[in-house]
């Protein structure tokens, strides 16, 4: 071992080149590489007792598995809701690995005011308030994840308990109201011990994934004044729609409930002067959560969460030991002790590219999606089950079953050019396409259609 890594590290420059080389053939055949692929499983590999060294390891990797890998970082790949790696992030990206900073500490490191300052420009693009104390994490799911413990405890102690020393044992529940939360929200409150059926749903305003305000108040009202958790979607997973902060931040003002906002994509609606309007009311959040591997554009893991409780969120998240130290740390504001420097890819392409890329960036996703929208709309295959308010479109076939719909799915993977997830929306089997990839541009917006055209032609 010793002598393998010796001999690696004397040969680090042309490994280093071997790895560039490995990026930028990957990077450059991207376009053309098929957006999803069904991978057939390989038998695992045991552990070798004798390691083959560096450069073999990644000659090894590269012949297994590379052409299974699939094309999600490229430009038609309009799963999930997936995100792209601007130059500049995967810049900073690479340098993370060899800067190799623990980000759990200040105190020996400058890199912890990087992440500092990461946060303010990230609030500014956001244009969210200082109130607002954030914190990077591994993703969205995370985000939710602290601020829904952060939440908890706020309600807790409302009612005179702190249930980060307590535990949840013999407490009262606490009411959690949403209108279509995403899933890892449910996620979050199964972590939390507080259980996926908490959720009170909250009705929805009619054809939309969002909740109606006055039947919120209604339900906050019965509630008569305990302290209530309300979840409300800024950009629902299948259709990009909103609650109406406003409307719902004034009752939640109003009861004293704490507002919690999944943003995880629909938060970068702020980058664009047209869409902004769909995040007012955003002030009265107590707790934001958001993605930076989706509409930033850095890569996976990446997200972030903005709180205006920071005392009650290091509550929940600190970890006291005298080798720690006592400093403000970050490392008490989520549930990582050491951390990595996700900090810097973010940090990157936010100075490279600005206010204006972002912007364009988030305006160029909308104008793809709205386009894809009525390209559908008009085509004798397809009919849209909710209209494009962001970056996302939600659509169906006209015609047939879910089993048709898997069929479309699985010849549209064949095909290569496209990859869509399924979903079910009003009832009805549909698919879902969103567009978050800086790559994306106007001249996918033909390949995207007749891809989808040719593939309902199939099924
Ligand atoms: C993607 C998403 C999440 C979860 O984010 P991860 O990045 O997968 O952890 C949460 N909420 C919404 C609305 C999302 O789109």
């Not at 071997?18 to 930028?24: C, G, K, P, T």
């Not at 052409?67 to 810049?91: E, H, I, K, N, W």
């Not at 993370?96 to 693009?125: F, K, M």
């Not at 405890?153 to 407490?171: C, I, K, M, T, Y």
Request: hydrophobic share 45%.
């Amino acid at each position: 071992m010793r002598d393998l890594l010796s001999r690696d590290l004397s040969r680090l420059p042309d490994l280093l080149e071997q790895a560039r080389a490995s990026a930028l053939e990957f990077l450059t055949a991207l376009p053309e590489r098929p957006a999803g692929v069904r991978p057939e499983p390989s038998s695992p590999l045991g552990l070798p007792d004798a390691g083959l060294g560096a450069e073999d390891a990644l000659a090894l990797f590269r012949r297994r598995y590379e052409a299974g890998l699939s094309g999600s970082a490229g430009p038609r790949y309009l799963g999930f809701v997936t995100g792209g790696t601007t130059p500049a992030a995967l810049v900073g990206d690479w340098l993370v690995s060899a800067y190799d900073q623990n980000l759990s500490n200040s105190g020996d490191s400058l890199a912890t005011s990087v992440e500092h300052e990461a946060l303010g420009l990230l609030r500014s693009l956001f244009g969210l308030s200082e109130d607002f104390e954030g914190a990077f994490v591994s993703g969205a799911t995370a985000a939710n994840l602290v601020s829904l413990a952060t939440a908890r405890q706020w309600a807790l102690e409302r009612l005179g308990h702190d249930v980060s020393e307590e535990g949840l044992w013999g407490l009262p529940r606490v009411a959690v109201l949403g209108g279509a939360p995403h899933a890892s929200v449910l996620k979050a409150l199964s972590i939390l011990g507080m259980g996926r059926r908490a959720v009170q749903a909250v009705p929805c305003l009619p054809g939309r994934p969002v909740m109606d305000p006055k039947a919120l108040e209604a339900q906050l009202v019965a509630l008569g004044g305990a302290p209530v958790i309300v979840i409300a979607s800024a950009g629902e997973v299948n259709t990009g729609d909103f609650d109406d902060l406003e409307a719902v931040g004034q009752v939640c003002r109003r009861h004293g409930a704490w507002l919690h906002v999944d943003g995880a994509f629909g938060l970068f609606a702020a980058c664009s002067p047209a869409h902004a309007h769909l995040l007012r009311g955003l002030a009265y959040a107590d707790s934001v959560a958001a993605d930076g591997h989706k509409w930033l554009n850095v890569p996976y893991d990446s997200g972030f969460v903005f709180t205006r409780h920071l005392a009650q969120q290091e509550r929940v998240f600190r970890a006291v030991a005298a080798y720690l130290g006592q400093g403000p740390d970050l490392l008490h504001r989520t549930p990582e002790n050491s951390r990595r420097f996700r900090a810097l890819p973010a940090w990157m392409t936010l100075m490279a590219y600005g206010r204006d890329g972002h912007r364009a960036l988030v305006e160029r996703g909308c104008a793809l999606a709205r386009g894809m929208g009525e390209g559908l709309a008009a085509s004798p295959h397809y009919a849209l089950l909710a209209p494009v308010t962001l970056n996302i479109v939600c659509f169906a076939l006209r015609s047939g079953d879910a089993s048709r719909r898997d069929r479309l799915l699985g010849a549209l993977q064949a095909d290569g050019r496209v990859q869509c997830t399924p979903t079910q929306y009003a009832d009805r089997p549909g698919l879902r396409a969103a567009f978050s990839n800086w790559r994306t541009g106007e001249a996918d917006l033909p390949v995207i259609l007749a891809a989808l055209g040719a593939a309902a032609l199939r099924v």
